[in-house]
T-cell receptor
Framework: TQLLEQSPQFLSIQEGENLTVYCNSS?????LQWYRQEPGEGPVLLVT?????EVKKLKRLTFQFGDARKDSSLHITAAQPGDTGLYLC?????????????FGTGTRLQVTL | NAGVTQTPKFQVLKTGQSMTLQCAQDMNHEYMSWYRQDPGMGLRLIHYSVGAGITDQGEVPNGYNVSRSTTEDFPLRLLSAAPSQTSVYFC?????????????FGNGTRLTVT
């Protein structure tokens, strides 16, 4: 059972366009992380959001955690070719040392000139 | 900085063979984990460890064994490889808890079982 669904699965846009990626679940998470993965490499953390309704910005990327801590979104403004990659959300259940991360299905983004 | 090191990078096995995927981290992280990545499935947790001598199962543990005899190493053993285990395997570690610590990933091992 996939607890975290991401949409869209694939996105191909031109440089300068804006886009939003969604991460949805019926489960409540204690925190939500976003990772970006490039071919042949492991995922790299972009941001962690912990509080319901929290908004974090990382340059042109804006991350929001849903009020009920069941969903999240990633908005990219004026996309650039360097934003190309696989974006993964990951929800944590529990807050102790045994907290486990469940990853979403991924959104593959391609930004062309 | 080495971070998380996985070996080998590529491996081809025949059905029924066994092998060990190696994972080592030099960041003194307590938490280590193994994920497999399949198209359209994201990353699925196989096993994890919160410290030396402690391991637990994740979402898809069947067919895999782990041990954690030291803080640095967390090998993943495939007991009898099956074609369904064809995947890319990632080892990841974090300082203490995946709740609020970033996971540091290795660059993966691409395994093909024929």
């Amino acid at each position: 059972t996939q607890l975290l669904e991401q949409s869209p699965q694939f996105l191909s846009i031109q440089e300068g366009e804006n886009l939003t990626v969604y991460c949805n679940s019926s489960s409540v998470f204690s925190s939500l992380q976003w990772y970006r993965q490039e071919p042949g490499e492991g995922p790299v953390l972009l941001v962690t959001v912990v509080t319901g309704g929290e908004v974090k910005k990382l340059k042109r990327l804006t991350f929001q955690f849903g009020d009920a801590r069941k969903d999240s979104s990633l908005h990219i403004t004026a996309a650039q070719p360097g934003d190309t990659g696989l974006y993964l959300c990951a929800g944590a259940r529990g807050t102790g040392t045994a907290s486990k991360l469940t990853f979403g299905t991924g959104t593959r983004l391609q930004v062309t000139l | 900085n080495a971070g998380v090191t996985q070996t080998p990078k590529f491996q081809v096995l025949k059905t029924g063979q066994s092998m060990t995927l190696q994972c080592a981290q030099d960041m003194n992280h307590e938490y280590m984990s193994w994920y497999r990545q399949d198209p359209g499935m994201g990353l699925r947790l196989i096993h994890y460890s919160v410290g030396a001598g402690i391991t637990d199962q994740g979402e898809v543990p069947n067919g895999y064994n782990v041990s954690r005899s030291t803080t640095e190493d967390f090998p993943l053993r495939l007991l009898s490889a099956a074609p369904s285990q064809t995947s890319v395997y990632f080892c990841a570690s974090c300082r203490r808890s995946a709740y609020n610590s970033p996971l540091h990933f290795g660059n993966g091992t691409r395994l093909t079982v024929t």
